[in-house]
Every structure is written in C-alpha cells, then in structure tokens.
C-alpha cells in the first residue's frame, strides 16, 4: 500500500480506474475525477469538465485546461515518459466517457458526511387571530330588454361635427370641336401643280396628233392620245380634294 493512498481514499470514493505513481507523486483518476497528490499539495479536477491536455514547453509541466481556465498543473519529469504516455491516453478515453454521461454530483469525503452541520433553530411563531371576513357585494349588471337593440361594436364613440357646406360641383364643360387646320402653303401649291401638268400633258398630245395626222400608220397616233389623255385625267384627278 503506497503512501498516497489514504489521502486518495479520502478524496474519492469511487473505484480508481487507473493510477500512475512516479518518484515524487501521484496521478489517478476514477470515473469522475482526476487527482495528482505529491508531498505538498493535492489537486483534483472533475472529468467533465477537462477540455485540453498539454505540456507547457517553459515550465515542462503538463497543465489540464478547462472551460474557464487552468484546472490542475503538475511536472512531467515525476514519472516515467512512456508510463505517463499510456496513463494520459487511458485518461482521455475516460474523459470522453464522461462527457457523454449525464452529470452526477460528487460525493462529500467522509468527515463531511459524518459531521452535518447542526440545522439553524428556527423560533416557532403563534399564528395571527383569525380576522373577521369582509363580506363584498357584487352589483349585478343593469339588465337589458330583449326588444332594447344595443349600440353595435362598431359604432364609434364619439359624435360627428356638424357637417361643413360643400362647395358646389362646377358642372363639365363642354368640348370644343377641333377646329379645321389650314392646308399648308406646300399643300395648296400640289394641286396647281398637278393641274398644270395634266393640261401640259394634253397640250403636248394634241400637238403630236396635229403633227402626225398624215402619216399612213394610224395606231401609233392613236396609242400616243391614248397614253397622253389617261396621263391627263389621272393628273387632273389627283389634283381634286378627296
């Protein structure tokens, strides 16, 4: 029996799953709890709680971190390199272990549960004479009359002002024809033109035919007026208003 081992016993009850003893200290932990113990000192931390495992490279101490900060620091060089290797792996399979049990709270050692604090005396008080009971009427509500309509729940509560005189509506006037544009100077000087040209057109037939009466070939004459009459009436009707 090593000399750690009633201070273990006193700081755990449950069963130690491992432990690690090395020339100046202890490591061990159940299945809640990590302790290390050397001659001065004893720390302990709850497994849930452990986030990180490392070694400090300035110190060579290897420093359990938690949520809120440090939880436990001891030295490294206390046991040996391979058997600290293996105990830490083991320590890491138990901490997530933990982690994923729901959490129990942790047994007092046991001094405390031995010696429970005394229970504070409380005085004891005599209770309040009994005080006469007020009696309270309700008033009923004024009943209605089944013939009496009552105001709708829509119906607003406050009056309306006296109406205020609307100016009269001015009646729609009425709209004016539109008035008749004026033909355009280009526009009036087509017509003339269109004119002039279909009495040109005729003139100049004329004047063919005039010219070539005598010949002994009658159908080019007669093809010439032909043309130069309809060219004419064409010119002379598109020269009309429509």
Not at 41 to 53: F, G, H, Y
Not at 145 to 154: I, R, V
Not at 168 to 176: I, K, L, N, V, Y
Not at 191 to 215: D, E
Request: charged letters at 20%; proline letters at 15%.
């Amino acid at each position: 029996m090593g000399k750690y081992d009633d201070r273990l016993a006193r700081l755990d009850q449950a069963e130690i799953v491992a432990r690690l003893e090395g020339a100046g200290g202890l490591l061990a932990f159940s299945s809640r709890e990590l302790h290390y113990l050397d001659d001065t000192s004893t720390q302990s931390a709850r497994l849930s709680e452990i986030k990180r495992i490392s070694t400090n490279k300035q110190t060579g101490n290897i420093e359990v971190m938690g949520s809120e900060g440090l939880l436990m620091s001891f030295p490294s060089f206390l046991f040996q390199k391979e058997e600290l290797r293996i105990f830490l792996e083991s320590l890491r399979n138990q901490v997530l272990k933990a982690k994923s049990e729901p959490a129990q709270p942790l047994e007092p050692p046991p001094s405390a549960r031995e010696a429970p604090p005394p229970a504070p005396s409380i005085p004891v008080q005599a209770p309040p004479p009994p005080q006469p009971q007020e009696q309270i009427h309700l008033a009923e509500p004024p009943k209605t009359l089944p013939d009496e309509p009552g105001d709708p729940p829509w119906a607003p509560t406050a009056r309306p002002g006296p109406a205020t005189a609307l100016s009269p509506t001015p009646p729609p006037q009425s709209e004016s024809p539109p008035m008749p544009t004026k033909p355009s100077t280009t526009g009036r000087a087509i017509p003339i033109l269109l004119k002039l040209s279909a009495l040109l057109t005729a003139a100049v037939t004329a004047g063919y035919l005039v010219v070539h009466m005598g010949t002994t070939d009658i159908w080019i004459p007669l093809g010439v007026t032909a043309i130069g009459l309809a060219l004419s009436l064409i010119q002379w009707r598109l020269s009309e208003p429509l």
